[in-house]
């Protein structure tokens, strides 16, 4: 069967001048950036020059001071389907110390910002155990999310925006504070994402190496500036599977054989 010849090439992210301040207090001026398709994007910037911040507004909870945003072709004001959208926050944007646990929080990634205290269905119960079972963590969904470790905590996060089988996954520097090698591990479960199932990525991170080796690119990290690197969808081979459907269970395949792991 052939290919719809541009299906991988949809624009997913525009960014057009946009700005944003913190009270009078410019942070991020004047950018324009698209993101198309099962691109693969590196956001990278010193400290305080606003990364988390433009996450923050493409996902909806800030909104720019000046400029315009779109997904998937939308401006964000009429953007509704926000469960395409996986995003993983700054680790130390989470409280520990709330009580919940890690299938809770699992679930969570269901409920959209209308239907915070939805009844889980039997159908979401199943999503829950697919995304537990694809980061290997069942033996710890009763457990406190806060009693868990760094790299735990991540995977548990990860399942969470991988629950509804998102296109964009949003990651603001997904390995800090995780040891190398659980980092490493880390790092190959996003790359398997990426060039085996239809998603795109876009990924803060200090990770220089990760940037190089991947993305093929030297960074450089200007002072108060954000700079993004790119490894475009046509760089891969083909269009991947067009989503998540069946592959939380292979991504899981995949990692019992030893070709990815966390
Ligand atoms: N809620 C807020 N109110 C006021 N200023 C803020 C707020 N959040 C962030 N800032 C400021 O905005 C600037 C950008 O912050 P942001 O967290 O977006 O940067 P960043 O590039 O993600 O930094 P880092 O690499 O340290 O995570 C910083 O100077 C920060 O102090």
């Given at each position: 069967?052939?290919?719809?010849q541009?299906?991988?090439?949809?624009?997913?992210?525009?960014?057009?001048?946009?700005s944003?301040?913190?009270?009078?207090?410019?942070?991020?001026s004047?950018?324009?950036?698209?993101v198309q398709?099962?691109?693969?994007?590196?956001?990278?910037?010193?400290?305080?020059?606003?990364?988390?911040?433009?996450?923050?507004?493409?996902?909806?909870?800030l909104?720019p001071?000046?400029?315009?945003?779109?997904?998937?072709?939308?401006?964000?004001?009429?953007?509704?389907?926000?469960?395409?959208?996986?995003?993983?926050?700054?680790?130390?944007?989470?409280?520990?110390l709330?009580p919940?646990?890690?299938?809770?929080?699992?679930?969570?990634?269901?409920?959209n910002?209308?239907?915070?205290?939805?009844?889980?269905?039997?159908?979401?119960?199943?999503?829950?155990?697919?995304?537990?079972?694809?980061?290997?963590?069942?033996?710890l969904?009763e457990?406190?999310?806060?009693?868990?470790?760094?790299g735990?905590?991540?995977?548990?996060?990860?399942?969470?925006?991988?629950?509804?089988?998102?296109?964009?996954?949003i990651?603001d520097?997904?390995?800090?504070?995780?040891?190398?090698?659980?980092?490493?591990?880390?790092?190959?479960?996003?790359?398997?994402?990426?060039?085996?199932?239809?998603?795109?990525?876009?990924?803060?991170?200090?990770?220089m190496?990760m940037?190089?080796?991947?993305?093929g690119?030297?960074?450089?990290?200007?002072?108060?500036?954000?700079?993004?690197?790119?490894?475009?969808?046509?760089?891969l081979?083909?269009?991947?599977?067009?989503?998540?459907?069946?592959?939380?269970?292979g991504?899981r395949?995949?990692?019992?054989?030893?070709?990815?792991?966390?």
């Amino acid at each position: 069967m052939q290919k719809a010849q541009f299906a991988c090439h949809a624009p997913i992210i525009e960014l057009d001048d946009v700005s944003f301040a913190y009270e009078q207090r410019p942070v991020i001026s004047n950018v324009s950036f698209a993101v198309q398709e099962r691109d693969f994007v590196g956001v990278i910037g010193s400290n305080g020059a606003g990364k988390t911040t433009l996450l923050r507004m493409i996902v909806g909870l800030l909104k720019p001071t000046g400029g315009s945003i779109k997904l998937f072709g939308r401006p964000i004001g009429q953007f509704r389907d926000w469960e395409r959208i996986g995003y993983v926050p700054q680790k130390n944007s989470f409280n520990p110390l709330f009580p919940a646990t890690v299938r809770e929080v699992v679930l969570s990634g269901l409920y959209n910002r209308n239907k915070l205290f939805k009844r889980v269905s039997k159908a979401d119960a199943v999503k829950c155990d697919d995304a537990l079972h694809a980061m290997d963590i069942e033996d710890l969904a009763e457990k406190r999310i806060g009693q868990l470790s760094g790299g735990q905590q991540q995977r548990a996060f990860l399942a969470r925006a991988l629950i509804n089988n998102p296109a964009l996954l949003i990651l603001d520097e997904p390995t800090v504070g995780i040891d190398t090698e659980t980092q490493e591990g880390f790092f190959h479960l996003i790359k398997h994402m990426h060039q085996h199932h239809n998603i795109t990525f876009l990924m803060v991170s200090h990770d220089m190496e990760m940037i190089r080796s991947y993305l093929g690119q030297e960074p450089k990290r200007q002072a108060g500036k954000i700079d993004f690197y790119v490894k475009h969808s046509h760089d891969l081979e083909d269009c991947g599977e067009t989503n998540l459907t069946h592959s939380l269970r292979g991504l899981r395949q995949a990692m019992e054989s030893g070709k990815v792991g966390v």
